[in-house]
């Protein structure tokens, strides 16, 4: 894990859990503060409300509420806003990747990995127990979707990218290539001649050739793993995507339905069941 990553999540915990402090002490004195009636009769009322209110933040309340926020709307928050391992914009050439390959390491290799660790951390969280802990179910689902569908256009964004720069890396590789079997040629020709100049300088073309060559192909390859991974991801999340959304209501109720040996066909007679089309023209009445 890089240093920058883990400054950024040391700098979520405590910005988060700042917060969610700020955010609790806030509401209960509103709501201590609306309860205080200007009669001196309902004073000790009061003031056992206010103990009351107060008694709220205990540690468990801060945890739950700390969970939603960092693994929910902060870190979706984060990600649009400050970390700078977003979309890549620019597609590099392959002499610009040798002369900095910084470059490459930071736009292309660090920042993909960083994001599909992350994409797979999201897709491993219990999302049953994530909602059973939360008191405000909806919101913690909405919130667990929205993350979702951000992940999922990111990554066909970035693939989009990868697919630019794996054309220009191609590109180089075969003009690397071909200039390498005309340069063999010529190897042959002024060695044969006793050109020593010629030979020297046809050694470093040579390596040179060669060191763009790999270069690219090297890029290539983990492009490709990249490419490969996130489909896999992508495919993975439609599915939650689709399960999560068309079946928000029986999720937050912690509803099931059982199926019978016979299958579905008593199901959909009391509309127990629908598959995602039938659902969709349901909902349109």
Known sequence: MSKQFKNFLIRVLFLSTFIVIVFNIW????????????????????????????????????????????????????????????????????????????????????SNMLVIEEYRNILKTNIKQLIDTNLDKPRILNAFIEQLEFRYVLSIENSKNLVEQKTIFETAMNNADSKIEILKQKIENDFRSNKSTESLENINTYL???????????????????????????????????????????IIKN??????D???????????????????????K
């Open 208 to 250: 040179d050739l060669k060191k763009e060559y790999y270069y690219a192909r090297t890029y290539i390859v983990y492009i490709n793993h990249f490419l490969s991974e996130y489909n896999y991801l992508n495919n993975y999340t439609k599915v939650l995507l689709d399960t999560l959304i068309n079946n928000k209501e029986a």
């Open 27 to 110: 509401d209960n004195m509103i709501n201590a503060k609306n309860k205080n009636i200007d009669n001196t009769n309902k004073d000790s009322i009061t003031i056992k409300e206010n103990n009351s209110n107060f008694k709220k933040i205990n540690s468990s309340t801060l945890w739950k509420t700390w969970v939603a926020i960092s693994t929910n709307i902060w870190i979706r928050y984060k990600q649009k806003k400050d970390i700078p391992v977003t979309i890549y914009k620019d597609i590099f050439s392959i002499n610009e990747i040798i002369s900095d390959q910084k470059i490459a390491n930071n736009e292309i290799i660090w």
């Open 262 to 284: 016979s299958w579905t066909q008593l199901l959909r007679k009391f509309n127990l069941i629908y598959d995602e089309e039938e659902y969709k023209k349901e909902i349109r």
């Open 255 to 260: 509803s099931f339905v059982v199926l019978p």
